[in-house]
């Protein structure tokens, strides 16, 4: 499996407070991303990035920041929480596909399931 | 935009039986990526079988093949003699090919996923 970690697992926070996930990845892989899980909806981008320092939205961002200091550690912030991003929040990560073709893979963490009430 | 559907929100299979899973992509582009992935009870997404547009023949690993369409921009799942761990939330996902990368068509389009139950 690859390495590939998600803190906390579990949050319930109320509506309006700060809260950040975080992920962790011990492959060195320059990818990563994060995901939200809705039921009806599948997977969605919230926000990826391509190497340190270097990040961009995704499909859902509105509300959410994200940052990457580290290869290894990719943070999501929720500025002020709202009941509409209570969902399950996936971590991915995968190998830079133009030097890697074969790989196309993108390996997702266990995720963290994220309650605002 | 990519658009990723599958059109059976739940699907149920007697085990040792088979189960064909549908798939339908909308894309311009002509490379590209396309793959299935499990997610079972413990949430965690395991991907099961990935196909590149560029080859002719469908993918297999092990029990689980692929039916790839391309004219059809159909991909469908097949599942042979199913198991009750085959049990799952099944999530067909789209990827631009890398060629035409952007720092952004690395990212996966799901579809919104079908549930697979299995009859004992």
């Known amino acids: 499996d690859a390495g590939i970690t998600q803190s906390p697992r579990h949050k319930v926070t109320e509506t309006g407070t700060p809260v950040t996930l975080r992920c962790h990845q011990t492959?060195?892989?320059?990818?990563m991303y994060w995901y939200r899980q809705d039921p009806g909806h599948g997977l969605r981008l919230i926000h990826y990035?391509?190497?340190?320092?270097?990040?961009d939205k995704g499909e859902v961002s509105d509300g959410y920041s994200v940052s990457r200091s580290k290869t290894e550690d990719f943070l999501l912030t929720l500025e002020s929480a709202t009941s509409s991003q209570t969902s399950v929040y996936f971590c991915?990560?995968?190998?830079?596909?133009?030097?890697?073709?074969?790989?196309?893979?993108?390996?997702f963490g266990p995720g963290t399931r994220l309650t605002v009430l | 935009a990519q658009t990723v559907t599958q059109s059976q929100p739940e699907m149920s299979v007697q085990e040792a039986e088979t189960v064909t899973l549908s798939c339908t992509y909308d894309?311009?582009?002509?490379?590209?990526?396309l793959f299935w992935y499990k997610q079972p009870p413990s949430r965690q997404m395991i991907l099961v079988i990935r196909?590149?547009?560029?080859?002719?023949q469908n993918a297999t690993e092990n029990r689980f093949s692929v039916n790839f369409q391309k004219a059809a921009k159909s991909f469908s799942l097949k599942i042979s003699d199913s198991q009750l761990g085959d049990a799952a939330m099944y999530f067909c996902?789209?990827?631009?090919?890398?060629?035409?990368?952007?720092?952004?068509?690395?990212?996966?389009?799901f579809g919104t996923g079908t549930r697979l139950t299995i009859i004992p």
């Open positions: 991915a990560i995968s190998e830079d596909p133009r030097t890697v073709r074969t790989r196309n893979e993108q390996f």
């Open positions: 996902a789209y990827r631009a090919s890398y060629e035409l990368s952007n720092f952004g068509n690395e990212k996966l389009t």
């Open positions: 492959e060195n892989h320059r990818y």
């Open positions: 990035s391509y190497g340190v320092k270097d990040t």
């Open positions: 894309t311009s582009e002509s490379d590209y990526y």
């Open positions: 196909q590149e547009a560029y080859k002719q």
